[in-house]
């Protein structure tokens, strides 16, 4: 069981200094990510989904940001503690990450070939100087560019928002990662477009088992591409199931108020939405509490004054579940 | 130039096209195609298409905001083409419109009250007092503290600022009301907030509404009618639960299926469809769609289809369809 899993997290806890002290953005996560399977981490803007992210590939701002506890482990080797040369290899070698807005995360007086073939000088020495053209249209073609010999000469202004992703995975790719974080690549692009990034993405997958870490606020991406789920509220992991059980039988307050305020495709036309009160906490404001009480119609006194851990909930009358469904609240099982 | 099908704000043939570089070389980006749409009045029409489509274009050509290429502007019955900035006021007055992003939309320089207050001092001879009455009782409608009067946008939360967006576009209280976009920048939980806020407000001043949104799921429940565009043209128009139920044009067929679902057992193994939108630059000749239709026979390449009634209350441009 245990060399199936590619990355963990232990107890990750990341601050920010400022000029009022430091400020503790993430608390406490933990989660793992197995070979061929994609995780998802769920959440709103500054719930730390994305600075979790950044801290595997130790890319938090400098000097703010710091993990302060816990450990990253990446096949066997503790992330934090590698030397920069290490580190050097991992990022766009074994971890590659896609973002989402590709625009800003090409450079743009390079052409789409020169990016990823830099990618090719980088981490894949085996490939002589001359062969690497003829890779970077293979690997063109793996993302499924449409007429590829003729995007490896434009710029990045000179394609569309769907062939910019294309060439950011395909940048990912061409370092043969063994995880892949993937940070709301869709958000930004239409939805046929987006079917065809998610398509793209679980092929890939399919062919070469590598494991995906995929950052997203949109829970019908979540039920599409993803195999576990781990929703994140205030810095805190608040529930943690496989994609099934999250959608069939969600637990924590928040995780079911996100489903619901989504409009269905089956919804009455018009109807008032169910809608979640109130609006996340700045970090500077997390309660000592449980983060979710102010926000939460189930909260009681009890609630508000102490703070639940994330623990193993097995619903009534069900077989206890091969995988664990962790949750957060004291409620649990209740409401 | 009488109408009689209800419709206040109406496209006829427009066409509206941009010029982009100079001299040699000089472009035309064809961003209205030969549009024609009526929005009826105390309904919310839902405009979806992919980025570049021209539903924004649409939108802002109905608020007369352009100088139509070609076609007609008809407000309440009466042609507003050719109408000169000053002759338009009255239009301004009845058409609003809410934007994506408050923050881009709204002077960070001014406090809450004077950008509620802007719109009446323009428009309408009210006095101060008046008009102060007027901004807190706005603010009261979409659900803001009497506080908020005095502070700046950026003291607020997006949702908070997008209250405030849509609390001046009610100032004058307008006919019709253009919503690009409203929910697109804001975190899930408050989205649905600002909907429900949107629907109880249109049902208390009787407003129509233009709702446009690449959320297809969002356009669904916040609309009536539901058109769908592509490179320019409208493919596809019916109520809301046509369009997602069934759809007829195969472009439409191809954006719903699109959709993820929320259910992951039914995640659907389709290969979605892979086409690039052609440009609007250099047209292609026929149906726009046709260069990405799988159901495309020999006429799609030569001939346009015109926008057609196939039943009651639906329309389709399509040769395939009858």
């Given at each position: 069981m245990e060399d199936r899993v590619l990355l963990r997290i232990e107890g990750v806890s990341v601050s920010f200094d400022t000029d009022k002290g430091p400020m503790e953005v993430v608390d406490n996560v933990s989660f793992a990510v197995e070979r061929?399977?994609?995780l998802a981490l769920v959440g709103e803007s500054g719930c730390g989904k994305s600075v979790t992210a950044a801290s595997i590939m130790r890319l938090l701002p400098q000097p703010y940001g710091k993990v302060t506890r816990g450990r990253i482990i990446f096949q066997g080797?503790?992330?934090?503690?590698?030397?920069?040369?290490?580190?050097?290899?991992?990022?766009?070698?074994?971890?590659a990450m896609i973002f989402q807005e590709p625009m800003t995360a090409l450079n743009p007086v390079h052409t789409a070939g020169a990016q990823i073939e830099e990618v090719l000088g980088l981490h894949r020495l085996e490939i002589a100087k001359?062969?690497?053209?003829?890779?970077?249209?293979?690997?063109?073609?793996?993302?499924?560019?449409?007429?590829?010999?003729?995007?490896?000469?434009?710029y990045p202004f000179q394609l569309s928002g769907g062939m910019r992703q294309r060439v950011m995975i395909a940048m990912a790719l061409a370092g043969r990662p063994g995880l892949l974080i993937a940070d709301e690549p869709t958000t930004a692009l239409d939805v046929t477009v987006q079917a065809q990034i998610l398509h793209l993405i679980r092929e890939l997958q399919r062919k070469n088992g590598m494991g995906v870490l995929y950052i997203t606020h949109d829970m019908g991406v979540v039920a599409e591409i993803s195999d576990e789920v781990v929703v994140m509220y205030a810095g805190q992991v608040v529930e943690v199931a496989s994609v099934g059980s999250i959608f069939a039988s969600p637990v924590h307050p928040y995780t079911r108020g996100l489903i619901r305020s989504m409009p269905q495709l089956d919804s009455r036309p018009k109807s008032v939405l169910p809608s979640i009160p109130g609006q996340v906490p700045s970090p500077r404001d997390y309660p000592k509490s449980c983060r979710f009480a102010n926000r939460c119609d189930y909260a009681d006194a009890h609630c508000v004054e102490n703070a639940p851990f994330l623990e193993d909930y097995a619903a009534p009358g069900v077989p206890s579940p091969a995988q664990p469904h962790l949750v957060r609240c004291f409620k649990a099982g209740t409401i | 130039?009488?109408?009689?099908?209800?419709?206040?704000?109406?496209?006829?043939?427009?066409?509206?096209?941009?010029?982009?570089?100079?001299?040699?070389?000089?472009?035309?980006?064809?961003?209205?195609?030969?549009?024609?749409?009526?929005?009826?009045?105390?309904?919310?029409?839902?405009?979806?298409?992919?980025?570049?489509?021209?539903?924004?274009?649409?939108?802002?050509?109905?608020?007369?905001?352009?100088?139509?290429?070609?076609?007609?502007?008809?407000?309440?019955?009466?042609?507003?083409?050719?109408?000169?900035?000053?002759?338009?006021?009255?239009?301004?007055?009845?058409?609003?419109?809410?934007?994506?992003?408050?923050?881009d939309s709204m002077n960070p320089r001014l406090n809450v009250g004077y950008i509620l207050e802007e719109p009446l001092l323009i428009q309408t001879d009210l006095n101060p007092g008046r008009r102060r009455e007027r901004a807190m009782s706005l603010l009261a409608d979409v659900g803001l503290p009497e506080d908020s009067y005095f502070r700046y946008p950026h003291e607020f939360s997006g949702g908070q600022r997008q209250r405030i967006a849509i609390a001046r576009s009610l100032a004058l209280e307008p006919k019709v009301v253009v919503c690009d976009e409203p929910v697109s920048a804001l975190d899930v939980s408050v989205q649905s907030q600002v909907l429900n806020l949107l629907l109880e407000l249109q049902k208390e001043h009787s407003?129509?509404?233009?709702?446009?949104?690449?959320?297809?799921?969002?356009?669904?429940?916040?609309?009536?009618?539901?058109?769908?565009?592509?490179?320019?043209?409208?493919?596809e128009l019916a109520d809301s639960r046509t369009i997602y139920e069934g759809p007829?044009?195969?472009?439409?067929?191809?954006?719903?299926?699109?959709?993820?679902?929320?259910?992951?057992?039914?995640?659907?193994?389709?290969?979605?469809?892979?086409?690039?939108?052609?440009?609007?630059?250099?047209l292609p000749p026929g149906c726009p769609f046709h260069l990405n239709c799988t159901q495309k026979i020999e006429i799609c390449h030569r001939q346009k289809p015109s926008l057609r009634e196939i039943s009651p209350g639906h329309l389709c441009a399509c040769h395939l369809v009858d």
């Open positions: 061929g399977r994609t080797e503790d992330v934090l503690t590698l030397p920069p040369e290490k580190m050097y290899k991992l990022r766009g070698g074994s971890i001359k062969a690497r053209d003829p890779e970077v249209l293979e690997i063109l073609r793996q993302v499924e560019m449409p007429s590829p010999e003729q995007r490896i000469k434009n | 130039m009488k109408n009689d099908d209800g419709a206040i704000v109406e496209a006829r043939g427009l066409v509206q096209h941009f010029a982009q570089g100079r001299f040699a070389g000089r472009k035309v980006v064809h961003a209205l195609n030969g549009v024609d749409i009526a929005v009826r009045k105390g309904e919310t029409l839902g405009l979806v298409g992919e980025t570049g489509c021209g539903k924004s274009t649409l939108c802002r050509a109905l608020m007369r905001l352009y100088k139509p290429t070609a076609g007609q502007v008809v407000f309440e019955g009466r042609d507003i083409t050719k109408l000169r900035e000053r002759d338009l006021r009255f239009v301004r007055k009845s058409m609003q419109m809410i934007f994506q992003d408050p923050a407003l129509t509404m233009i709702f446009v949104s690449h959320a297809l799921s969002v356009v669904r429940h916040m609309s009536d009618r539901v058109a769908v565009m592509y490179l320019g043209s409208i493919m007829r044009h195969p472009y439409t067929q191809a954006l719903i299926a699109a959709i993820p679902k929320t259910d992951p057992s039914r995640r659907a193994e389709r290969i979605p469809f892979t086409g690039e939108i052609p440009s609007p630059i250099d």
